[in-house]
């Protein structure tokens, strides 16, 4: 037998859904990433996931970033599309100690080139504490990035979550 | 509530079917051609050996795991992390109203221990209990050999991701890793990456997808990347997660490819709550209040998400934490 795996993407997903019982959907905080990319503007960093600090990041891959920064690791997944990532070794950083969460970099980052990587579906990268990253879609896809809650973070549960 | 110390296993020789009976605290442990029996000072209890050894497995192989592990609506563990509890009928409403349910604590060793061994001299040679029923051999019958490299895998745990310099790394054929039959479709390909001098250990990627279709085991969730107490734990599920999981904290599935569908429960009392369908793409988060397991027809991708905080139990059990992510 062959099997098929089934995998997302902005032009095709099918979201599932939840049969309540006894409960309150809004418990499962349910949304899909396809979903709520295809009604983000290109790299906004909308919430699919929070647990106390931490969230991940439901990101819409299109055209050129800006460059970002973060005081921790992070790590970003390809769900759809491709994209290249480029690094910068900051000469000073310029996230705060201790910060959580990326922030944008006024303007191009000033340090030593580390090297770029090309993602595709199924892909994942280290954003490596103190660099500095942008991205460039090659074709337009959807990000997951695995950070911590920051200023650039967009919280919008009621409008992409089951109720 | 008791207590126990004693790191040593207390068995018996093989019994009438080869097996060795295990003693721990107050609970007793045979195992015969089809079933595992659990006694304790309160009652009995049977399971089917390919259920219990799966579960069994699990427990062992995730240390026991965050919060309670039900091996199935009776017998299961509660991980305090350095001590756990055993238990008989504690999360079934029916044991409680009788007072029949029964709980012994235990020094993580000494549990540990005695799991490992039982689960070693428990599993025949040609049984997985980590693999999809389809590929493995079934585990009746007397003790015939046995199968210790099946049982004791190591668990992938990464430091920073899997695939940066002196961290775990990919699978591939060489590694012993060949693609699994249900993945046979999912692309290979690893993504371009180009380090200057200098900075090999920090510029890194991976194919995860890749990496998960190559995977040997079902339900065990394993760390390919971390940020600070935030943990991927991506997993290949097929067929039915061998245990019920009762959780201490929020934990999230971000379904990666295919489709599980959960069954919801109350923690404490296994009342049903919701069936959660997840498809390619969709997020949703496990309260820290109910138990869950999940089917999944053809193998699939699954990211486990987990805040690793050792903080984050008794935050949620004190009230000073929520039992739910976010409140909108």
């Known amino acids: ?163 | 509530m008791t207590t126990a110390h004693a790191s040593e296993v207390n068995t018996s020789g093989p019994n009438e079917f080869g097996y060795n009976n295990y003693a721990l605290g107050n609970f007793s442990f045979r195992r015969d051609e089809y079933f595992a029996h659990v006694t304790w000072p309160t009652g009995s209890h049977t399971i089917s050996i390919d259920d219990f050894l799966r579960a069994l497995q699990r427990d062992c192989a995730w240390d026991f795991f965050y919060g309670t592990v039900n091996f199935d609506h009776v017998v299961g563990t509660i991980n305090h992390y350095g001590n756990v509890d055993l238990f008989a009928g504690r999360f079934n409403a029916a044991f409680r109203k009788a007072e029949i349910d029964y709980l012994q604590n235990f020094e993580t060793p000494v549990i540990r221990n005695t799991f490992h061994t039982m689960l070693d001299n428990w599993t025949n040679s040609t049984f997985d209990p980590f693999a999809s029923p389809a590929e493995t051999q079934a585990p009746w019958g007397n003790k015939s050999g046995s199968n210790t490299e099946a049982v004791t895998r190591r668990r992938v745990a990464a430091q920073r991701m899997v695939g940066v310099q002196g961290d775990e790394q990919i699978r591939s054929d060489a590694t012993g890793h060949p693609i699994n039959r249900m993945f046979e479709d999912v692309p290979q390909s690893e993504p371009e990456v180009h380090a200057e001098p200098g900075f090999e250990s920090e510029i890194a990627a991976f194919n995860l997808f890749a990496y998960l279709s190559r995977s040997n085991v079902t339900w065990n969730p394993s760390v390919v990347s971390v940020c600070k107490e935030s943990l991927y734990c991506p997993t290949t599920e097929e067929y039915i997660l061998p245990i019920v999981h009762g959780n201490d904290r929020v934990e999230w599935f971000i379904q990666l490819s295919d489709e599980i569908t959960w069954d919801v429960a109350d923690r404490e009392t296994g009342s049903p709550r919701a069936k959660v369908v997840m498809k390619a793409g969709d997020c949703a988060a496990m309260p820290a209040d109910i138990r869950h397991q999940g089917f999944s027809s053809k193998r699939s991708m699954l990211l486990v998400w987990e805040n690793n905080s050792a903080d984050l139990p008794d935050l949620i059990a004190s009230g000073k934490a929520p039992q739910y992510p976010v409140t909108f």
Not at chain 1, 33 to 45: D, H, L, R, T, Y
Request: a neutral charge.
């Open chain 1, 1 to 163: 037998m062959t099997y098929k795996t089934i995998f997302g993407s902005l032009s095709k997903y099918e979201k599932g859904h939840i049969d309540i019982i006894d409960d309150d959907a809004k418990h499962y905080v349910f949304s899909n990433m396809f979903e709520v990319a295809n009604k983000s503007q290109p790299w906004e960093k909308v919430a699919v996931g929070i647990n106390q600090e931490y969230v991940l990041e439901a990101i819409r891959a299109e055209g050129k970033s800006g460059w970002f920064t973060c005081d921790h690791d992070e790590t970003v997944l390809c769900m759809d599309g491709s994209v290249r990532i480029d690094y910068v070794k900051l000469d000073k950083p310029l996230a705060q100690s201790g910060k959580g969460g990326s922030i944008a970099v006024n303007g191009d980052p000033v340090g030593k080139k580390m090297g770029h990587v090309v993602l595709q579906q199924g892909h994942q990268a280290l954003l490596p504490k103190g660099s500095a990253y942008s991205f460039t879609a090659k074709t337009t896809g959807v990000l997951l990035q695995q950070t911590i809650v920051g200023d650039l973070t967009k919280q919008r549960w009621a409008q992409i979550c089951l109720s």
